[in-house]
C-alpha cells in the first residue's frame, strides 16, 4: 500500500517560516531514500531535501541553512522545516519515496502548494 500525503503549505511573508509534513504508509516509509521536491511553474523539478534509510540527510545548496529535513520514525512522517523563507522559494512541494530495487523515486504525493510574497 503507498500512501504519501503532504502538509502544512501555505502563504507567508518573506522571511517567515513554515514546517511541511509527509506521512507514509508504513511500507512506503521504508523506503531507501525519500525526499522533498520543488517544482515551480515553469520550471524544472528541484530536489530540494534527501534522506536515506540510515537517516543521513542532504539539502541542496540553494536552502542549506535555512531548510532542514527531519524524520519521525514513530509517525512515519518526513518533515521539511523551512525558515528565513524568500519569494523564490515559491513552489508545489511534493514528498517522494523511493523503494529498495526501484531505480528511482516511483512514489509521490499530491503536494502542498508554498507561496512567499
Known amino acids: 500500500h503507498v500512501q504519501l500525503v503532504e502538509s502544512g503549505g501555505g502563504s507567508v511573508q518573506a522571511g517567515g517560516s513554515l514546517t511541511l509534513s509527509c506521512t507514509a504508509s508504513?511500507?512506503?516509509?521504508?523506503?531507501?531514500?525519500m525526499a522533498w521536491f520543488r517544482q515551480a511553474p515553469g520550471s524544472q523539478r528541484e530536489t530540494v531535501a534527501t534522506v536515506d534509510s540510515n537517516g543521513v540527510t542532504k539539502v541542496a545548496g540553494s536552502v542549506k541553512g535555512r531548510f532542514t529535513l527531519s524524520k519521525d520514525n514513530a509517525k512515519h512522517t518526513l518533515y521539511l522545516q523551512m525558515n528565513s523563507l524568500k519569494p523564490e522559494d515559491t513552489a508545489m512541494y511534493y514528498c517522494?519515496?523511493?523503494?529498495?530495487?526501484?531505480?528511482?523515486?516511483?512514489?509521490w504525493g499530491q503536494g502542498t502548494q508554498v507561496t512567499v510574497s
Open positions: 517522494a519515496a523511493e523503494p529498495y530495487c526501484s531505480g528511482g523515486y516511483v512514489n
Open positions: 508504513e511500507s512506503t516509509y521504508r523506503s531507501i531514500y
